[in-house]
């Protein structure tokens, strides 16, 4: 009886120990537990990859709420994404690659990235957006989040950093442009019109500098004028200002380069 017990005993015990072998073998990530949600809002595809779990799943409604005001001007694909776990890359190229395979077929898009590994915060640009935000508009938008990752609030952060750039998108000209939103009609009407206008300054400046014969100010009873000949000296002054991009006093960077898959990305970050 006694050696059935054991025999019973020694068969759970190494039984157990296979399966602790099995876990070990394939180890669960904190990345496991994320997660995902994709919904179309307006023009744009909102898509919130909470890959860390940083997000409540009201945060995420509020968030896909603050967005959406944009999204009918701004047609990108949006990405929201945290991580704890980048298989040992830098933000930058976490995130260049998340996209190129997120987003296999189209270049418009930008992602705002809560990087836990690395401990930065991101934003990722692509197609038309890497040439409408500046490196002080990326600034800018990493000053305005950074006050509020550095007291974990998450969903402030992906907030702060998304209305400053999909403002900045929704509301500039060239964003239509580039994307050839505008129909050609309004180029040629726009053209048309500087045209019009260019050519009504220039007369009324030409007027305003035509130079008047001395014979004018001289009396004719008095003085004879023996040469009529005038010569007219016009002076011009050329002017070359110079233009600076001011970093902000808490770092930060930006700057296009080229992906490993080979794809266009710009972007900057801000560690915390």
């Given at each position: 009886?006694?050696?059935?017990?054991?025999?019973?005993?020694?068969?759970?015990?190494?039984?157990?120990?296979?399966?602790?072998?099995?876990?070990?073998?394939?180890?669960?990530?904190?990345?496991?537990?994320?997660?995902?949600?994709q919904?179309?809002?307006g023009?744009?595809?909102?898509?919130?990859?909470?890959?860390?779990?940083l997000?409540t799943?009201?945060?995420?409604?509020?968030i896909?709420?603050?967005?959406?005001?944009?999204?009918?001007?701004?047609?990108?694909?949006?990405?929201?994404?945290?991580?704890?776990?980048?298989?040992?890359?830098?933000?930058?190229v976490?995130?260049?690659?998340?996209?190129?395979?997120?987003?296999?077929?189209?270049?418009?898009?930008?992602?705002?990235?809560?990087?836990?590994?690395n401990?930065?915060?991101?934003?990722?640009?692509?197609?038309?957006?890497?040439?409408?935000?500046?490196?002080?508009?990326?600034d800018?938008?990493?000053?305005?989040a950074?006050?509020?990752?550095?007291?974990g609030?998450?969903?402030?952060?992906?907030?702060?950093?998304?209305?400053?750039?999909l403002?900045?998108?929704?509301?500039?000209?060239?964003?239509?442009f580039?994307?050839?939103?505008y129909?050609?009609?309004?180029?040629?009407?726009?053209?048309a019109?500087?045209?019009?206008?260019?050519?009504?300054?220039l007369?009324?400046?030409s007027?305003?500098?035509?130079?008047?014969?001395?014979?004018?100010?001289?009396?004719?009873?008095?003085?004879n004028?023996?040469?009529k000949?005038?010569?007219?000296?016009?002076?011009?002054?050329?002017?070359?200002?110079?233009?600076?991009?001011?970093?902000?006093?808490?770092?930060?960077?930006?700057?296009?380069?080229?992906?490993?898959?080979?794809?266009?990305?710009?972007?900057?970050?801000?560690?915390f």
């Amino acid at each position: 009886m006694k050696k059935q017990l054991l025999a019973g005993i020694s068969a759970v015990a190494l039984l157990f120990v296979l399966l602790l072998s099995a876990v070990s073998a394939f180890p669960v990530t904190a990345e496991a537990k994320g997660k995902t949600y994709q919904q179309e809002v307006g023009k744009s595809t909102v898509y919130i990859h909470d890959l860390a779990d940083l997000l409540t799943d009201a945060e995420e409604k509020e968030i896909l709420n603050s967005v959406n005001k944009y999204c009918e001007k701004a047609q990108y694909n949006i990405l929201f994404l945290t991580t704890n776990y980048t298989s040992g890359k830098s933000t930058m190229v976490y995130s260049d690659d998340y996209m190129d395979k997120l987003f296999p077929d189209t270049d418009e898009n930008i992602a705002f990235v809560i990087d836990m590994d690395n401990r930065e915060i991101y934003i990722n640009t692509m197609g038309s957006a890497v040439d409408i935000l500046s490196d002080k508009d990326i600034d800018k938008a990493l000053d305005r989040a950074f006050s509020k990752i550095t007291v974990g609030n998450y969903r402030a952060t992906m907030q702060e950093m998304s209305d400053y750039c999909l403002d900045k998108l929704s509301q500039t000209f060239f964003s239509k442009f580039l994307k050839g939103t505008y129909k050609f009609s309004h180029i040629i009407i726009s053209g048309a019109i500087t045209a019009v206008a260019a050519v009504v300054l220039l007369a009324r400046h030409s007027k305003a500098n035509k130079p008047h014969p001395a014979v004018n100010y001289v009396p004719q009873e008095n003085y004879n004028v023996k040469n009529k000949e005038e010569n007219y000296v016009r002076t011009y002054e050329t002017v070359q200002r110079g233009y600076y991009s001011k970093k902000s006093s808490s770092g930060g960077s930006s700057s296009r380069h080229t992906s490993s898959s080979g794809r266009s990305h710009s972007g900057g970050g801000r560690r915390f």
